[in-house]
């Protein structure tokens, strides 16, 4: 009977890994774009990041909050076939957005996310500085001091 191949970092449920063993998996290009989520998510007072399994299909996922927050302020998913940036919001925090102002791929993604009890879970693939900033943004508003960093 053949061997079962070895599972990726990102996929091993039993095998807690490093976030430089899961950045590995990264074509080079995109590594740079994920450091730049982290340090962005990272820079924002009171922020803790933490690696953990959230099921899947996020298996291996960075989430950042804040303590005594509800809802986390954003998760980084780092699918090696294509990273992920989360960020869950209550209907509340939706509509106090400034709609009109927001990207149209931002509002429509916000429009068809899923909502469970009361929060969306909106996600964006991440590729470029650029895309990641834009996505960002929203979380800024939540955090104003992220805009700043």
Do not use: C
Not at 67 to 84: H, Q, R, S, T
Not at 111 to 134: M, N
């Amino acid at each position: 009977m053949p061997a079962s191949p070895a599972r990726a970092p990102w996929e091993d449920k039993f095998t807690t890994p490093t976030w430089t063993v899961l950045r590995e998996a990264f074509p080079k290009p995109v590594a740079p774009v994920l450091e730049h989520v982290r340090d962005r998510l990272s820079a924002v007072p009171g922020v803790r990041e933490t690696l953990g399994w959230h099921g899947i299909p996020w298996r291996w996922s960075l989430k950042y909050a804040v303590e005594g927050d509800a809802v986390p302020m954003a998760f980084l998913v780092p699918n090696p076939a294509k990273p992920l940036l989360a960020v869950p919001m209550t209907v509340g925090q939706i509509d106090r957005l400034p709609q009109r102002r927001l990207p149209r791929h931002i509002r429509d993604a916000i429009l068809h996310s899923v909502e469970i009890d009361g929060v969306r879970w909106p996600a964006w693939e991440i590729t470029s500085k650029a895309g990641a900033d834009e996505v960002l943004m929203l979380v800024a508003l939540r955090a104003p001091a992220l805009a700043e960093a």
